[in-house]
Structure formats: structure tokens, C-alpha cells
């Protein structure tokens, strides 16, 4: 019952709050354009608006977890990606209206209290796409997407398959409660790059425990790295082995 109150009671904020469609949601825009975009050789974050190149670079899209950008983390991969030479465009969910985090960071756990989190995501990924069309300093046949926790869930979820490779980081890619959660649902012909722990405490003991590899079968590129004797750590960032792999994902597909 409590759920479903959510859902709709959020339904009626996004249709109210907006002209927007509900599934978009209210604010989707300040997702972008007040983004983080990290680039080689600056150690600050500037606004997309902001972003001017004297040459187009290849772009990775970084989606932060469920309860916002984490400079420890999320910020750390844009800057080890971005010094690999690409611009790190991460848009911020959490800076649209009526936005609140859908999980309990302390807890280690999903609170369902912004149920329409994943709709959101899809919906800033597809904006993200559109915007960076428009930008002179992006190379448009390079654009990766890759997300964390929620945000990883929101990669393997995605269905636009004109990114050149995926990178999924802690997410299992199951979920035996709702099955429209299982999988990758891009073509089998796009690259993809899974990292999970899979003693990851978040999901410990419920039915989301699995690896996106057992939703690999029949994809052309797809490549799982589990993180050892790392406890139960569910942030990837500062393992080598996630780090190594990444960066060799990206330059391979940049190269190709």
C-alpha cells in the first residue's frame, strides 16, 4: 500500500509541477545543465555550458548512485577517466525539483521512496544523448555510457544502442522479484564492461545477488570483473582491477 501511494503521489508532483510528460518528470533539464563535466588536465568540474575545446573529444556519460554525486567516488572515476583523454559529462538527478534519494546509504538499502528513480534516469540518459548532438567539443561517433549502483542499473536497463559500449558498476544485473530488471537490455552487439563484488553487502541476503554475466549469453563484447578480497565493499573506484579494466574498455573501443 505505502508504495503505491508513493507512485502516484509522485505521478501527481510530476504532472502538476510541469508541462513535462509524467515520465519524464518535473525539471528534467537542470539534470544537464547543471551536470559535471570533467576534462583532461582540470581538476575542477565545469558546467556543460561552460565546456570549450579547441578539438571534439570522445565522451563517457557517468551516472551517479541513488542518492547523488559522491565526490569520493563518482567524482574519483570522472577524473581517472577524464586524465585518460575524454570528457566526463555527469548529470545530476538530484538537482530536480521534488528530487529525493531512493535509498538509506547508512542502511545499505533501497527505501522505495522515489519510485519512479529508474524512469527518471532513462529519461536524463536520452536528454544527455540529444544535448551532446549540439556540443562542437564532442566526438559524436565516441559517446560511452556508464553508471554506479542505481545508475548502473539505469545502464543495463538502457535501450539506446547508439552508444559504442556500456560499463555497468556495482549492479548485478538480476532481480528475481520484478524479471523486467534482469539482464542488459542494449543490442548483443554493443560492448559491454560489468564490475560487481559479489559479496556486495547491498545485496546480501536478497534477490537481487547474481553478476550480469548470467545475463550474458549470446552477446558479441561482453566482460565481467569481480572484485576480490574486498570485502563486502559495494564502491568500485578504488580497486586497480576496476580501474585497469576500464581504462582498457575505453581505449579499445576508441581506437576500433
Not at 119 to 128: N, T
Not at 196 to 221: F, M, P
Request: charged share 20%; glycine share 6%.
Amino acid at each position: 500500500m505505502q508504495k503505491s501511494f508513493c507512485f502516484f503521489l509522485f505521478l501527481f508532483i510530476a504532472g502538476c509541477a510541469s508541462n513535462e510528460s509524467p515520465s519524464s518528470g518535473p525539471g528534467i533539464e537542470q539534470a544537464w545543465t547543471k551536470a559535471h563535466v570533467y576534462l583532461p588536465n582540470s581538476f575542477a568540474p565545469k558546467r556543460p555550458r561552460d565546456v570549450v575545446l579547441d578539438k571534439p573529444l570522445p565522451v563517457v556519460v557517468y551516472l551517479h548512485g541513488c542518492d547523488g554525486i559522491d565526490p569520493a567516488h563518482d567524482s574519483a572515476w570522472a577524473k581517472f577517466i577524464s586524465s585518460l583523454g575524454y570528457a566526463v559529462v555527469m548529470p545530476d538527478s538530484m538537482a530536480r525539483p521534488y528530487r529525493i534519494p531512493n535509498c538509506d546509504g547508512r542502511l545499505k538499502k533501497t527505501t522505495d521512496k522515489f519510485p519512479l528513480a529508474l524512469d527518471y534516469r532513462a529519461h536524463e540518459i536520452d536528454l544527455a544523448w540529444q544535448k551532446l548532438q549540439n556540443q562542437d567539443w564532442v566526438l559524436k561517433n565516441k559517446i560511452f555510457l556508464m553508471g554506479h549502483s542505481e545508475g548502473g542499473v539505469a545502464v543495463a536497463l538502457n535501450t539506446n544502442d547508439r552508444f559504442n559500449g556500456l560499463i555497468i558498476s556495482g549492479w548485478t544485473c538480476t532481480s528475481r522479484s520484478y524479471p523486467f530488471y534482469n539482464g542488459i537490455k542494449a543490442s548483443k552487439n554493443t560492448p559491454v564492461l560489468a564490475i560487481s563484488n559479489k559479496n556486495d553487502i547491498w545485496y546480501q541476503g536478497t534477490d537481487l545477488k547474481g553478476e550480469c554475466r548470467d545475463h550474458s549469453a549470446n552477446r558479441v563484447d561482453f566482460t565481467q570483473i569481480d572484485l576480490k578480497n574486498v570485502g563486502s565493499e559495494h564502491s568500485t573506484y578504488q580497486f586497480s582491477a576496476a580501474r585497469m579494466a576500464v581504462s582498457s574498455f575505453l581505449k579499445r573501443l576508441t581506437v576500433e
